[in-house]
């Protein structure tokens, strides 16, 4: 009996060793397609999610509008400051264009013209978040933007848990889909490429998507999904600041595992 204990404790300390150390506030693995949660630390700690607020921004405007749709950019960008993808008051931009700012490279300009023109006005469309929010169980989460700022107030509140079920179920938009794999952009409007800010989609073969955010407020926070022999895993990080390795390999270690 003795030597089988200690057979069992050599077994566990391999597995110890080989798992990956997280370093941060938060963490989730959830099964993307039944949102089982997999692994997880704090996953219902309430903080600032900064830009990965973007998310529930980009799912409203491609749930709500066309993506040939093009706006004329108003005073809402007046508005917008920390990052931004330098559009002007006057100028005229689709919707597939803002969508791409938003994803791609966090733009809060980009996140104002697309709330101002879905929803009438930025107060409507933060009301539409809130309700798809709750419509698809994230109770423990209140937006009161469509960029993530969090400098005049407390910001978009959420965890990982809930950032895991926004990821989930915009996995299932095959537009949103597509937009968060680009690793890079060409604008419809001639003015640029943009480079996707999720440096995963180049680390990691098997990520196809997600969303960076920083504030000083909130830290960096990572959504990522990566897929592998069909099973869909989306992570979440809050304060990590390794994230792009710690998902890399925590995918690996899952991808084992499960």
């Known amino acids: 009996m003795k030597k089988i204990l200690i057979i069992l404790c050599f077994i566990l300390s391999l597995i110890n060793v080989h798992a990956v150390e997280f370093s941060g506030k938060a963490y989730i693995v959830m099964d993307s397609l039944n949102l089982t949660v997999l692994e997880g630390q704090n996953i219902d700690y309430i903080q600032s999610v900064a830009s990965i607020s973007n998310i529930m921004t980009a799912i409203i405007a491609i749930e709500n509008g066309d993506l040939d749709d093009v706006y004329t950019i108003g005073e809402e960008v007046n508005d917008a400051w920390g990052s931004g993808v330098y559009i002007h008051i006057g100028d005229t931009i689709s919707l597939r264009d803002l969508l791409h700012g938003i994803l791609l490279r966090s733009g809060n300009d980009a996140s104002l013209v697309c709330a101002k023109n879905i929803g009438g006005n930025i107060e409507t469309f933060v009301d539409m978040m809130n309700a798809k929010a709750e419509e698809i169980g994230m109770i423990h989460t209140h937006f009161s933007n469509p960029t993530g700022l969090d400098e005049e107030d407390e910001g978009n509140q959420s965890t990982v848990y809930d950032m895991a079920l926004l990821m989930s179920y915009c996995s299932q938009n095959p537009i949103f889909n597509d937009i968060v794999s680009q690793t890079n952009y060409q604008r419809e409007d001639g003015n640029g ?59 690996e270690e899952c991808f084992d595992k499960y």
């Open 193 to 251: 490429t943009w480079t996707n800010k999720n440096k995963l989609l180049f680390m990691y073969e098997y990520c196809v998507g997600g969303k960076t955010g920083y504030t000083q407020k909130a830290k960096r926070t990572l959504v990522t999904r990566a897929i592998k022999n069909d099973v869909s895993l989306v992570i979440v990080t809050f304060n990590c600041g390794d994230d792009f390795s710690f998902h890399q390999q925590k995918y």
